[in-house]
């Protein structure tokens, strides 16, 4: 399940709980692409805390949809990765690094509230967690 929450700032979260389906893919892409109209920034918050995995046909959802914003990534300066442990936050090391032009941080629960200001751009995140 996907739960999205759009908070003020033009910050858009995304929180997965249990295993992504790709009806949960499709609902995220549509409501990033309505928030992106107008050519707007994004900053994005992925809550994967709670997330058990994906389907494969998530994943293929996923990945078809990541070729479409492959042009819109510029508007996600921001992008804040909720996790515990893992390779969540080596993902988002590795995204960080594959795209130079957003900025990634990867932050544990407890941190929520600092990985919203990130993605928000109100806060610079000196010392993020691993």
Do not use: C
């Not at 918050?45 to 479409?68: C, F, K, P």
């Not at 996790?83 to 090391?93: D, E, T």
């Amino acid at each position: 399940m996907i739960e999205i929450t759009q908070l003020p700032d033009n910050v858009m979260v995304l929180r997965v709980v249990g295993q992504l389906s790709a009806d949960d893919v499709d609902h995220g892409a549509k409501a990033l692409k309505s928030r992106l109209s107008g050519n707007r920034n994004v900053g994005l918050v992925a809550d994967l805390a709670q997330m058990d995995g994906m389907t494969l046909e998530a994943l293929l959802t996923d990945l078809s949809y990541q070729r479409n914003f492959f042009g819109h990534w510029h508007q996600f300066p921001r992008v804040s990765v909720i996790a515990r442990g893992g390779m969540q936050p080596l993902v988002a090391r590795a995204v960080g690094a594959v795209l130079p032009q957003i900025e990634v941080r990867a932050f544990e629960p407890a941190n929520a509230e600092q990985a919203i200001a990130f993605a928000s751009g109100r806060e610079r995140v000196q010392n993020p967690d691993p």
